[in-house]
């Protein structure tokens, strides 16, 4: 059994993205990320703190525009249309979740594919149905691909077995898969007996957030694993694999934490890297 460590992954994309931008830079080429954060959530501070540092590395300009809790949604769309019409600005993200009040949905439409690096809008999800190349891919499900790559596991010909149908991880994980040729089976809270698809899985990805949902009963010998789950159960962080029993079994696994969660910040930076040259492309 072979642990997939996403800390290593992360940090030795994190390098060469570092190296590429500079070449970049060189040649004239600008990078930089606007991210807006709407009220005081922690843990969105959190993460927004860890995207800045993140850029901080690569050599990414970062901008955080803060807006209080009582932004009105004209407020908030004059904001994000500021950074569209901005040419400086490459990739332009607004942190979820926001107040209730706000329409998250309706701000969102307004952010160009071009500078969409979350990969949620509508034209990069419509680009990766159509297996574009030019798609900006969201950033959990990329991170899973490049960590199947990095660790070289043949994709072609396999069955993956999707636990999950979110539009963040599920959907565009599946498509992914299908990009790169595995015959695909997306499961959900309505599948009957999960565990008829998931013990025939060569590749299972679990992105459900329920704790151990997968168990070492469920799965097949040299099932390789991506454990996208985040529970947070008395102050301790689980997966949605129970993975001590489902690693007997695993060839390859990720753990919770540091297999997928290391990846979703990296690749948002890839993402900015992408924007910027796919930016420099249009100019030509």
Known sequence: MQIIDGKLVSKTIREELSNKIKEAQERGVQFKLSVIIVGNDPASEIYVSNKAKGCHEVGILSETVKMSENTTQEELEKAILERVNDNSVTGILVQLPLPKHLDSQSALKLIPPEKDVDGFSDGNVGKLTLFKNDALFSCT????????????????????????????????????????????????????????????????????????????????????????????????????????????????????????????????????????????????
């Open 141 to 284: 499900p990329f991170g899973m691909i490049k960590l199947l790559e990095h660790y070289n596991i043949p994709l072609a010909g396999k069955h993956a077995v999707v636990v999950g149908r979110s539009n963040i991880v599920g959907k565009p994980m599946s498509l992914m898969l299908l990009n790169k040729d595995c015959t695909v089976t997306t499961c959900h809270s309505r599948t009957p007996n999960l565990a008829d698809f998931t013990k025939n899985a060569d590749i299972l990805v679990c992105a459900v957030g329920k704790k151990h949902l997968i168990t070492e009963d469920m799965v097949k010998d040299g099932v390789v694993v991506l454990d996208a789950g985040i529970n947070r159960v008395d102050g301790k962080i689980y997966g949605d694999v129970d993975f001590d029993g489902v690693s007997r079994k695993a060839s390859y696994i990720t753990p919770v934490p540091g297999g997928v969660g290391p990846m979703t910040i990296t690749m948002l930076l890839y993402n900015t890297y992408l924007a910027g040259i796919n930016n420099e492309t249009r100019r030509v």
